[in-house]
């Protein structure tokens, strides 16, 4: 609104310096990308009702006070046949005959003293687009350093099972294969989603959102485990399988921090704040062990493991065949 109401007045009254100053503050667009797009406007309102054959035509606008001059590039000759695009030696000022001779260009100021209705609107359309793109890159700008992190944004709306995001200035879309099954979703409810990809279009940034990804588990403990944070505690590798049940492996840099306790938090508080956030889905946080047949034994943990090994099948040439023996008791 601010911007389409001044536009005209941008134009006649030449206050550009301190609407130019507002839009920055307020929408966060760069004067300098403002006064380019202003500029680009101006020279084609310019050519289109003064000089509709003249070519080469420079815009200045003066960044403090917001004055606005058109130069004209002429020829200079002896003798004027073409008005628009040459310019007598005698008409130069006494400084400038000594500078230039016959054939040589020079800038020569044309701005008139009212550009007309036609013009401000011409000027006013580009300048609204201008505006606009410069906008949609601060939003792609913005988000584009968070893809592959997460954000809290509020259920706008639900489009054919597609979940439509509000973040803001912008909208993620969650589509049906990045949503937990049965998850339900309620306008005006806040959650948290992972930043999949932050595309550019032509309509803006368009944000493609996931609650399913592996990574948006492990932001949550981030956010949540100060360990995890500050680099005590590591979180090596995540297994979900997307609102029923996740495993987390864990590893403490420091022997004094049991890694599986600061998941798990004071009486669970930490895994029951992730646990609320993805509806109850089942977490279990396992220790880490560079021997693999630890580690499996403790990801089937609280089932007693007596015997694991490994069998490498050499025709495959990556994967195990892995043979578990479990107690019968811890079955049941």
Same mark, same amino acid.
Request: aromatic share 6%; glycine share 4%.
């Given at each position: 609104?601010?911007?389409?109401?001044?536009?005209?007045? #941008?134009?006649?009254? %030449? @206050?550009?310096?301190?609407?130019?100053?507002?839009?920055?503050? +307020?929408?966060? *667009? =760069? $004067? &300098?990308?403002?006064?380019?797009?202003?500029?680009?406007? #101006?020279?084609?309102? %310019? @050519?289109?009702?003064?000089?509709?054959?003249?070519?080469?035509? +420079?815009?200045? *606008? =003066? $960044? &403090?006070?917001?004055?606005?001059?058109?130069?004209?590039?002429?020829?200079?000759?002896? @003798?004027?046949?073409?008005?628009?695009?040459?310019?007598?030696?005698?008409?130069?000022?006494?400084? &400038?005959?000594?500078?230039?001779?016959?054939?040589?260009?020079?800038?020569?100021?044309?701005?008139?003293?009212?550009?007309?209705?036609?013009?401000?609107?011409?000027?006013?359309?580009?300048?609204?687009?201008?505006?606009?793109?410069?906008?949609?890159?601060?939003?792609?700008?913005?988000?584009?350093?968070?893809?592959?992190?997460?954000?809290?944004?509020?259920?706008?709306?639900?489009?054919?099972?597609?979940?439509?995001?509000?973040?803001?200035?912008?909208?993620?879309?969650?589509?049906?294969?990045?949503?937990?099954?049965?998850?339900?979703?309620?306008?005006?409810?806040?959650?948290?989603?992972?930043?999949?990809?932050?595309?550019?279009?032509?309509?803006?940034?368009?944000?493609?959102?996931?609650?399913?990804?592996?990574?948006?588990?492990?932001?949550?403990?981030?956010?949540?485990?100060?360990?995890?944070?500050?680099?005590?505690?590591?979180?090596?590798?995540?297994?979900?399988?997307?609102?029923?049940?996740?495993?987390?492996?864990?590893?403490?840099?420091?022997?004094?921090?049991?890694?599986?306790?600061?998941?798990?938090?004071?009486?669970?508080?930490?895994?029951?704040?992730?646990?609320?956030?993805?509806?109850?889905?089942?977490?279990?946080?396992?220790?880490?062990?560079?021997?693999?047949?630890?580690?499996?034994?403790?990801?089937?943990?609280?089932?007693?493991?007596?015997?694991?090994?490994?069998?490498?099948?050499?025709?495959?040439?990556?994967?195990?065949?892995?043979?578990?023996?479990?107690?019968?008791?811890?079955?049941?």
């Amino acid at each position: 609104i601010l911007i389409r109401r001044r536009i005209n007045y #941008i134009i006649y009254e %030449y @206050k550009l310096a301190k609407v130019l100053d507002e839009i920055e503050k +307020e929408k966060g *667009i =760069s $004067k &300098d990308i403002l006064i380019e797009a202003i500029e680009s406007a #101006i020279s084609s309102a %310019y @050519k289109k009702n003064y000089a509709s054959n003249i070519e080469d035509v +420079e815009i200045n *606008i =003066s $960044k &403090d006070s917001g004055e606005i001059k058109v130069f004209t590039r002429k020829t200079i000759v002896q @003798k004027i046949s073409k008005p628009l695009k040459e310019i007598s030696i005698d008409d130069l000022p006494i400084s &400038d005959t000594e500078k230039y001779n016959i054939e040589d260009t020079i800038l020569v100021e044309t701005t008139p003293k009212e550009f007309g209705r036609i013009a401000a609107q011409t000027a006013k359309q580009v300048i609204v687009q201008k505006i606009r793109e410069a906008e949609r890159n601060v939003i792609y700008e913005k988000y584009i350093d968070k893809e592959r992190d997460i954000v809290t944004g509020v259920v706008q709306r639900i489009e054919h099972r597609n979940v439509i995001i509000d973040l803001g200035r912008t909208e993620a879309l969650l589509l049906p294969n990045e949503q937990i099954r049965n998850e339900e979703y309620y306008k005006g409810e806040r959650i948290k989603i992972y930043i999949l990809e932050v595309r550019k279009t032509s309509k803006g940034p368009k944000i493609f959102a996931s609650r399913t990804h592996p990574e948006l588990l492990k932001r949550l403990f981030e956010l949540e485990v100060p360990e995890i944070h500050e680099g005590l505690v590591e979180i090596k590798n995540i297994a979900r399988e997307a609102g029923k049940r996740s495993k987390v492996a864990v590893y403490s840099k420091d022997e004094r921090v049991d890694p599986i306790g600061a998941c798990i938090g004071d009486r669970g508080s930490r895994i029951k704040s992730i646990m609320s956030e993805l509806k109850d889905e089942k977490i279990d946080v396992i220790r880490w062990s560079d021997d693999e047949k630890v580690l499996i034994a403790n990801s089937l943990s609280p089932a007693k493991v007596i015997q694991v090994s490994l069998d490498f099948l050499s025709f495959i040439n990556t994967f195990f065949r892995i043979n578990i023996i479990i107690s019968l008791s811890h079955l049941f």
